[in-house]
T-cell receptor, first 111, second 114 residues
Framework: GENVEQHPSTLSVQEGDSAVIKCTYSDSASNYFPWYKQELGKGPQLIIDIRSNVGEKKDQRIAVTLNKTAKHFSLHITETQPEDSAVYFCAASRGNDKIIFGKGTRLHILP | NAGVMQNPRHLVRRRGQEARLRCSPMKGHSHVYWYRQLPEEGLKFMVYLQKENIIDESGMPKERFSAEFPKEGPSILRIQQVVRGDSAAYFC????????????FGQGTRLTVV
């Protein structure tokens, strides 16, 4: 079945610096790759997603890249702010199927 | 448009009791996913349902766990004869269509078995 690996498990960056989280997936039929942010005591919130027909997508300070050949995708957060501190999950799905999540990255923004 | 609504937010059950977790999807959404999350861990897929139909239950334990999404009313995740190991946060997500459309999560139900 589909497996999604996510690295690192914990990431600390200085406020204002960039953060990068990387994921790999095993199922070559996966074609949808969402990213979720989860704050303490809350449900995961969809922050950005990318489909397999594009290689990059950007939304303000957040960008995602996808390399279908290598089966990996990444989340980039620029100019990090304290409110970016949270747990981030990558995920992968094929059409008509479940969404499989990575194990998460705990991002700490240092003052 | 209200988001995905889960209730109760917190549920305490004694060992051996039944737990019923409810999820009302966003308006217009016909697909529901259930996930389980242990403290400091990721989201583990349990079941994927369409109204009146289970699409994929490969993540559900074979015993004691069941899920439904009736034509009318919320989706229900039912855990019979709960054990301490069932203590976790259970999240529901809904989407309007299958696969590669956005899925939105509720705030979760935190089940504690005492």
């Amino acid at each position: 079945g589909e497996n999604v690996e996510q690295h690192p498990s914990t990431l600390s960056v200085q406020e204002g610096d960039s953060a990068v989280i990387k994921c790999t997936y095993s199922d070559s039929a996966s074609n949808y790759f969402p990213w979720y942010k989860q704050e303490l005591g809350k449900g995961p919130q969809l922050i950005i997603d990318i489909r397999s027909n594009v290689g990059e997508k950007k939304d303000q300070r957040i960008a995602v890249t996808l390399n279908k050949t290598a089966k990996h995708f990444s989340l980039h957060i620029t100019e990090t702010q304290p409110e970016d501190s949270a747990v981030y999950f990558c995920a992968a799905s094929r059409g008509n199927d479940k969404i499989i999540f990575g194990k998460g990255t705990r991002l700490h923004i240092l003052p | 448009n209200a988001g995905v609504m889960q209730n109760p937010r917190h549920l305490v059950r004694r060992r051996g009791q039944e737990a019923r977790l409810r999820c009302s999807p966003m308006k217009g959404h016909s697909h529901v996913y259930w996930y389980r999350q242990l403290p400091e861990e990721g989201l583990k897929f349990m079941v994927y349902l369409q109204k009146e139909n289970i699409i994929d239950e490969s993540g559900m334990p074979k015993e004691r766990f069941s899920a439904e999404f009736p034509k009318e009313g919320p989706s229900i995740l039912r855990i019979q004869q709960v054990v301490r190991g069932d203590s976790a946060a259970y999240f529901c997500a809904s989407s309007p269509l299958v696969g590669n459309t956005e899925a939105f999560f509720g705030q979760g139900t935190r089940l504690t078995v005492v």
